[in-house]
């Protein structure tokens, strides 16, 4: 039953063109470069793989974690079809010669934001000024978050006092070394609420988040390819990207599910047998929900329902992971799982500029992305 509620009629009929070419008994190997480490945060990709998706529609997937450089240069080289990279790196990239495209957009919302304490009335970007703000580095994904925040406000960074502190928000946070940070929105403010409702945040009580989502619209993590492998195999890319749809919006529609799926590849997730009993329970309750073919809100509902069902019963520390999970879907979710809009590569390339990271604007963004592997388009 959850099968079926989790196939729309247009990606069934993509799945079945897709069965004729790919026999479920002639899988192709394939591999699919992530980057950190192995974490809750992935569970699209192990539902993928642990639930059949993937195989679905011709795959045998293997999931190798490797650092975002190392992802883009395989891809680029023609050493890997299939990565999960940073809009920001696909523009860096292809500024450097090296041709890779963007084909389904994973997450909708940029993850960054800046963490601030609940009750200093910091609610906007001109709160911060003259504040010291701890970053873990001028790189990556946090920096051009902050790059964006700032420049939505008219403010440069002489503005505040950056302070490098590494990946350490929560603790330098909680002992009060910085007046704000920036912070992963999924993860670190849930890290700072637990430190505060335990009584170990000093004197912050609890934590609010100035969101880049709510000031610019970033292009952030997804799915590339190299344009070489893009013109010769776009059936096969079609494929991979239904796969990873259909584990995608499973995951969003059934999180306590993804979640049991995902403590096959992470370590250390609690496995306490009450809580994997529990999620279990939930799981199934989950699949008759949606069973009466609820609406995108009333699922967005049925999910947080299920951890205020779990914090009934467990401590903060034993539903985290979780939270986590939870809080990133809200960062997958949309209409169209995958579109991405050219607007949002627009003020990326904007923001790389005026990072110093790209020395002009002359890249069409039009080649750095496509959409027409998902939605209507595919």
Known sequence: MQRLIRLSIVLLSVIFLVSSVYAQDDLTDERILLTFIP????????VGVDDG?????????????????????????????????SGEQVILARSQGRDVVYVYEWFQQYPVGIAVPASDNMTTMADLVGKKVGIPGRFGASYSGLTTLLESAELSESDIQLEEIGYNAPEVFCLGAVDAAIVYVNNEPLQIHNRALAGECGDIEDVEI?????????????????????AENPDTVQAMVTGLDLALQSTINNPARAYLT??????????????????????????IFLASEPTRDEITVSRWAMRDTLAETFDPDMITQFEVLLTTIDLWDADT??????????????????????????DDLTMAFTNQFVGDDS
């Open 337 to 362: 799982l995958g579109y991405s809009e050219l607007s949002s590569w627009e003020t990326m390339r904007d923001t790389l500029l005026s990072m110093g990271m790209l020395d002009d604007a002359d």
């Open 53 to 85: 998706y993937f195989a679905e529609t011709g795959f045998n997937i293997a999931l190798e974690h490797l650092q975002e450089p190392e992802v883009v240069d395989l891809v680029a080289a023609g050493q890997a079809n299939y990565g999960i990279v």
């Open 262 to 287: 995902s403590m096959n590849y992470v370590e250390n997730l609690p496995d306490d047998e009450a809580f994997i009993t529990m999620l279990n329970t939930l799981a199934e309750e989950q699949d």
């Open 210 to 230: 100035i969101t880049v989502a709510s000031q610019a619209d970033l292009v952030s993590n997804g799915l590339i390819i190299s344009a070489d492998f893009l």
């Open 39 to 46: 974490n809750v945060q992935f569970a699209p990709f192990y």
